[in-house]
T-cell receptor
Framework: DAGVTQSPTHLIKTRGQQVTLRCSPISGHKSVSWYQQVLGQGPQFIFQYYEKEERGRGNFPDRFSARQFPNYSSELNVNALLLGDSALYLC?????????????FGPGTRLLVL | AQTVTQSQPEMSVQEAETVTLSCTYDTSESDYYLFWYKQPPSRQMILVIRQEAYKQQNATENRFSVNFQKAAKSFSLKISDSQLGDAAMYFCAYRSAWGAQKLVFGQGTRLTINP
């Protein structure tokens, strides 16, 4: 079975632009979470979506938004990009939304903002 | 808010030896989960082992085991018979049993395996 997939793998944008990152969960998984990993640090939680509903949001500005589609894939949008948004963006999926569920990560999208 | 601290930015070990990575966490909750994830240069975060806080028995997965001390809020990872493929960044993570599936990660420990 395919794991979590993310696209694109790399992306270069300039300050002020907008970006959309995509994530396809493992088949059958209904929960998707997004994390931002700045170089040299641990990942930081951005969002969790389950059954197309937002279940949690981390301490990120409103420039960050996300949605989940009927097929459980998800998009993360970042508007008005800042240099500090340069990071690895990780997507994780799990079967359900509960705390006992194991989350499986994708390979990430590397975003560079110039 | 919960926090996770990994006090060892870097560790190194000889191949076939044993190494222990440290992790402490802070929480007021009694029901939670703890994880160790491995992130090789390929960037993909891979689950190594998980521990449920309500279980007293330490989790074990082949060469990987944990020492979970709930009162001390300590969760260390022991890797036995280290292999070259174990070289990676290791992250300790906490997740509440309730609410969003929010993993709180430590800063990571870079593990080097010397042949």
């Amino acid at each position: 079975d395919a794991g979590v997939t993310q696209s694109p793998t790399h992306l270069i944008k300039t300050r002020g632009q907008q970006v959309t990152l995509r994530c396809s969960p493992i088949s059958g998984h209904k929960s998707v979470s997004w994390y931002q990993q700045v170089l040299g640090q641990g990942p930081q939680f951005i969002f969790q979506y389950y059954e197309k509903e937002e279940r949690g949001r981390g301490n990120f500005p409103d420039r960050f938004s996300a949605r989940q589609f009927p097929n459980y894939s998800s998009e993360l949008n970042v508007n008005a990009l800042l240099l500090g948004d340069s990071a690895l963006y990780l997507c994780a999926s799990s079967l359900k939304a509960g705390g006992a569920e194991t989350q499986y990560f994708g390979p990430g999208t590397r975003l560079l903002v110039l | 808010a919960q926090t996770v601290t990994q006090s060892q930015p870097e560790m190194s070990v000889q191949e076939a030896e044993t190494v222990t990575l440290s992790c402490t966490y802070d929480t007021s909750e009694s029901d939670y989960y703890l994880f160790w994830y491995k992130q090789p240069p390929s960037r993909q975060m891979i689950l190594v082992i998980r521990q449920e806080a309500y279980k007293q028995q330490n989790a074990t997965e082949n060469r990987f085991s944990v020492n979970f001390q709930k009162a001390a809020k300590s969760f260390s990872l022991k890797i036995s018979d280290s292999q070259l493929g174990d070289a990676a960044m290791y992250f300790c993570a906490y997740r509440s049993a309730w609410g969003a599936q929010k993993l709180v990660f430590g800063q990571g420990t870079r593990l080097t395996i010397n042949p």
